[in-house]
Nanobody
Framework: QVQLVESGGGSVQAGESLRLSCAEV??????????VGWFRQAPGKDREFVGS????????EYADSVKGRFAISADNAGNTVYLQMNSLKPEDTAIYSC????????????????WGQGTQVTVSS
């Protein structure tokens, strides 16, 4: 089965940037999925949708809270999906995870599965 690993997290000051990576490490292709989503969970809060990328057309979407600051991209071959995070704010502090989309709803990746272990992002003011 597909196995995902997130990397690139760390501790930064507000206003700085980080780029997270989501890689498929099982040796199996994830191109049979519909895309990849990024999520985050802060202490004491529910898991929150951050954004996603659809393989077809490389269509991306983002939560309102990160629009204009975050960008999702993928290598040309689709080996790695990235989450570029700019102008980071303390409220962005969370564990960030990626998962593959098993379906599309209204043309958008949905039904996420095969979650990675997550990578910690800490933003200090």
């Amino acid at each position: 089965q597909v196995q995902l690993v997130e990397s690139g997290g760390g501790s930064v000051q507000a206003g700085e940037s980080l780029r997270l990576s989501c890689a498929e490490v099982s040796g199996r292709t994830w191109m049979s999925s519909y895309g990849v989503g990024w999520f985050r969970q802060a202490p004491g809060k529910d898991r929150e949708f951050v954004g996603s990328i659809r393989w077809t057309g490389r269509l991306t979407e983002y939560a309102d809270s990160v629009k204009g600051r975050f960008a999702i991209s993928a290598d040309n071959a689709g080996n790695t999906v990235y989450l570029q995070m700019n102008s980071l704010k303390p409220e962005d502090t969370a564990i960030y995870s990626c998962a593959v989309a098993r379906n599309l709803l209204a043309g958008r990746p949905a039904h996420f599965d095969y979650w990675g272990q997550g990578t910690q992002v800490t933003v200090s003011s």
